[in-house]
């Protein structure tokens, strides 16, 4: 009885979590379609302007941001567990770095502009590269947690390093596109850019739904084999799916960092580790921060808009250490 009912408890403490995540995130949704230079009620918008702005303007930006956010804390989510290491996450790691790389190798090559679904078809290419690379490392050299994160980081600062060549040899209007990659922003998507959406919503609901299989994952792969799981096609298909939502990720927002980190960390140790829940929450919470993040990107400075991406890096990066501290690497 005594553990029927802390599994109750447990299970009532991740429900109520949920209301509270999807009350503050639908407060925080309407908050960033009213607030701005003109302040507009989402629900009665009075005149041409204020509809213009909010259907042109506002509605794409809020959608991408929380498409961003969702997947990018469920991918880390993942990576946390196929890799074994609660430190892993798409920038830490490089991932978004190799996605942003395949993208400025794609701007410089087609002598037109490339279409949403071809950006992010570029950028999962690049994400999925250097998730194999990682992977195949974790499992075939065993390198060491430590180890992993210095690969990870090496792997971010060579595709900067390219980044950084192209922005030397490039023009006015690709030098802008790519400060746009690398620094991380969801102003100005558009509805045909939300278009990768139709692929990525649904595959961002399947992945919510996994987590029982993560669960066992988590207790060994000899383990989980005799459970009835295959082991080998799960830990593909989850690759290619973090590889789809962090390209996808890049091509509508550029390189956003630490939202897979903070998120599904911050869950763990304050709800536990049951993938179930934390799969889906943090889908939640990710689209929740970044949401709040764009919102004050857009009016902390008033004449002026902050990167997104500099303002999550202010935020993850002080947890990112205060995690290594508390780490014992091996």
Request: net charge positive.
């Amino acid at each position: 009885m005594l553990l029927n009912d802390l599994i109750l408890r447990q299970q009532a403490k991740w429900k109520f979590s949920f209301w509270i995540v999807s009350a503050l995130l639908l407060a925080t949704c309407l908050f960033s379609l009213a607030i701005g230079e003109l302040w507009i009620l989402p629900w009665s918008p009075d005149g041409a302007l204020e509809q213009q702005l909010l259907l042109q303007l506002r509605f794409p930006r809020l959608i991408a941001a929380l498409a961003i956010g969702a997947s990018l804390a469920a991918s880390g989510a993942v990576l946390q567990v196929l890799l074994g290491n609660p430190l892993a996450e798409p920038g830490v790691l490089g991932i978004s770095g190799g996605a942003s790389l395949a993208l400025v190798i794609l701007l410089f090559a087609l002598p037109f502009a490339p279409t949403p679904m071809l950006t992010m078809l570029a950028a999962m290419g690049g994400a999925l590269l250097f998730t194999l690379v990682l992977v195949g490392l974790s499992r075939r050299r065993k390198v060491s947690t430590a180890r992993l994160l210095l690969i990870g980081v090496a792997l971010g600062i060579l595709s900067g390093s390219v980044v950084t060549w192209a922005f030397y040899f490039s023009d006015d209007l690709n030098l802008r596109q790519l400060m746009y990659w690398l620094m991380g922003s969801v102003g100005g998507v558009s509805w045909s850019q939300l278009s990768v959406l139709l692929l990525v919503v649904p595959v961002l609901c399947w992945l919510s739904i996994q987590g029982k299989k993560l669960d066992l994952l988590m207790l060994g792969e000899t383990q989980a084999r005799q459970l009835g799981l295959d082991v080998a096609s799960l830990r593909w298909r989850f690759i290619l799916i973090v590889s789809l939502l962090v390209g996808a990720s890049v091509a509508l927002g550029g390189v956003i960092g630490f939202v897979g980190l903070v998120v599904p960390h911050l869950l763990r140790l304050s709800l536990g580790t049951e993938n179930r829940y934390l799969l889906p929450l943090s889908a939640l919470c990710g689209a929740l921060l970044l949401a709040v993040a764009d919102t004050l990107s857009r009016i902390v400075l008033p004449s002026a808009e902050l990167p997104v991406g500099v303002l999550t890096t202010t935020i993850g990066a002080p947890v990112f250490v205060w995690m290594l501290l508390r780490s014992q690497f091996d």
